[in-house]
């Protein structure tokens, strides 16, 4: 069965980062403490209220802002994250530790005056919390944006893409933009450099190529093609796993599926 694929026009591919870690350690610790109050209460035969349990356990859930936060602010003040300044480190965490105790603190009792009949003190619980949680925010916010910052950052790429190019055309060399090449593709000893209104020949390999132009945009789709996404307007299958795809020039380019792995964002 045919499958035709309309685009206007494919912009550069979106990275999703993945779910930072913070969030997974922090849903994953929410539901073991409520998991926790729930096998406390049945071995001490106490009531286990599902909505208070998950009302105080939001403690574990204003990390993820909090995190966010404090993330945010030592990247701009202490970019480089060095140990020798771990005492601006220690100051941002205890402040952001005392905030994620009152804002908890008041969220759990205006919650509280609104379900729960009576409501709970706002000195109890909030002397409760300083009590068993503040060495808990204090450590998280000090140690885990340290860790966090220097393992999972990524390297800032010092491989920047070309946006113009040089080719060679006789004795002369001429510079295009790489955004007005439309596909780059094989008639050797030579590749073919089309763009939107010229064809031009060129001594440099699609492997040359490859290495110069962002690869989230010229996408190798066949051993003698690459094409530039942008420019892509259809993709017709031919029901064996590979494509064709319309350019929006009017030229039909043969995807292979032995390339599936760098054209396949096109069929999303």
Excluded: C
């Excluded at 406390?40 to 009302?55: D, H, M, N, P, V």
């Excluded at 209104?197 to 003698?224: G, Y």
């Amino acid at each position: 069965m045919e499958q035709s694929i309309y685009k206007r026009e494919i912009l550069k591919i979106s990275k999703f980062d993945k779910i930072p870690l913070y969030i997974i350690i922090v849903v994953f610790v929410f539901l073991l403490a409520v998991l926790q109050d729930y096998i406390f209460s049945s071995i001490q035969q106490t009531g286990f209220y599902i909505s208070e349990s998950l009302l105080y356990n939001t403690f574990w859930i204003f990390f993820i802002p909090f995190t966010f936060i404090i993330n945010k602010l030592i990247k701009i003040i202490n970019p480089k994250n060095k140990l020798g300044k771990l005492p601006l480190n220690l100051g941002i965490g205890l402040i952001i530790s005392v905030l994620h105790i009152l804002f908890f603190t008041s969220i759990f009792i205006l919650v509280s005056n609104l379900v729960f009949t009576p409501a709970h003190s706002f000195s109890n619980i909030i002397k409760a919390a300083f009590s068993n949680q503040f060495y808990i925010a204090l450590l998280w916010y000090v140690i885990f944006p340290a860790i966090y910052i220097s393992i999972y950052k990524k390297p800032h790429l010092t491989n920047f893409y070309q946006e113009k190019i040089k080719l060679k055309i006789g004795s002369k060399i001429i510079t295009i933009p790489t955004s007005s090449i439309l596909l780059i593709s094989t008639d050797k000893p030579y590749s073919i450099i089309y763009t939107k209104d010229q064809k031009i020949l060129d001594n440099k390999s699609l492997k040359e190529f490859e290495t110069r132009l962002d690869p989230t945009i010229f996408l190798r789709v066949h051993r003698s093609t690459i094409i530039n996404a942008k420019y892509t307007k259809e993709l017709k299958s031919r029901s064996n796993g590979d494509y064709d795809a319309t350019l929006e020039n009017g030229q039909v380019i043969r995807l292979s599926r032995h390339y599936r792995g760098n054209w396949q964002q096109l069929l999303q």
